[in-house]
């Protein structure tokens, strides 16, 4: 069979079997993944494949994940969330169920309460499941916004001592936060000029035009910042997985307006304004960002 006829005859079970693929199989798998496209020139690949007992314990670990999201989850909905690592496969109702709910529920996980999360012991669990980037990133900003800088520090090494570039450019972009909070702007921005070198990720591009309206380089802000809202589509999953991150971009339209409201474009920085405050304004009314957002939309 070549290959044209292959993708022609291909079809999608409904359920997979309850059988897992054999250690050759899932070798010959893991080799056709290496070859899939890679415009973002992120390789070298790497997979995690659990299996056996250890699909138990992931599977422990996103009931804990669930429970401390939601503490008043029952027995019915963590024995779900415990399934979702034995099941072996996901219907077609399931995979629309996701898509429909996806971007709903990653905007009502956007600004969780941040003491919660860093001392929550499932966010310590995850960080042993592994050193990938979409663990650590996210558990590093968490750190950050806690003021946590030296375990942000750490994972930051973590990520640049695995010498991949995909892996450093996530390291530069923590660097860069770190030096935020230090009040380090220029060594910020140097550090996100760096990581956008290695790798021009969406993060490295958002965070670097935050950063500009924050020192009032209007002009360099809003070149990042409508570059982001152009590449918005990237930070739907940034880590190239099958977690939404569309709350990365949940502050976007705030930090874009600000930028146009510096250069005076004033219309167009009202109406980012109100969608900002259409995503965050109902779902977080004491936060800053929204205050600020209302007073300047004159709302």
């Excluded at 798998?29 to 690949?45: E, N, Q, S, V």
């Excluded at 590093?140 to 030296?150: H, T, V, W």
């Excluded at 002009?219 to 709350?247: H, M, N, Q, W, Y």
């Excluded at 800053?288 to 004159?298: E, K, S």
């Amino acid at each position: 069979m070549d290959a044209l006829q292959a993708l022609l005859s291909r079809i999608s079970p409904a359920r997979l079997a309850p059988d897992e693929p054999d250690p050759v199989r899932i070798e010959q798998i893991l080799a056709a993944g290496l070859r899939a496209a890679d415009h973002g020139r992120l390789r070298p690949w790497r997979f995690l494949v659990v299996r056996g007992e250890a699909r138990h314990r992931f599977g422990e670990l996103l009931a804990d994940g669930l429970k401390s999201r939601n503490p008043e989850a029952g027995a019915e909905l963590l024995e779900a969330e415990r399934n979702k690592a034995l099941r072996n496969g996901i219907t077609r109702e399931e995979k629309i169920r996701r898509q429909e709910n996806a971007n709903i529920d990653a905007m009502m996980r956007i600004h969780r309460r941040i003491d919660e999360t860093v001392e929550d012991p499932a966010t310590a669990d995850a960080l042993k499941l592994g050193k990938s980037e979409s663990i650590i990133v996210p558990a590093a900003r968490l750190f950050l916004r806690a003021g946590k800088k030296d375990q942000a520090e750490e994972l930051a090494a973590d990520l640049d001592n695995q010498l991949q570039t995909q892996s450093r450019a996530y390291a530069r972009i923590i660097d860069g936060n770190v030096a935020l909070l230090n009040r380090r702007r220029a060594t910020a921005i140097d550090a996100f000029r760096d990581a956008i070198k290695l790798a021009d990720f969406w993060m490295g591009r958002f965070d670097m035009g935050v950063t500009y309206v924050q020192v009032g380089l209007w002009v360099e802000a809003l070149s990042e910042l409508d570059a982001c809202e152009k590449r918005r589509g990237e930070a739907t999953a940034i880590f190239l997985d099958d977690s939404p991150t569309l709350r990365y971009q949940a502050t976007l339209p705030y930090w874009l307006a600000r930028a146009q409201e510096g250069l005076a474009q004033e219309a167009a920085a009202r109406n980012n304004y109100r969608a900002f405050l259409s995503i965050r304004g109902a779902d977080a009314p004491d936060d800053p960002l929204v205050a600020d957002a209302r007073r300047r939309a004159g709302s």
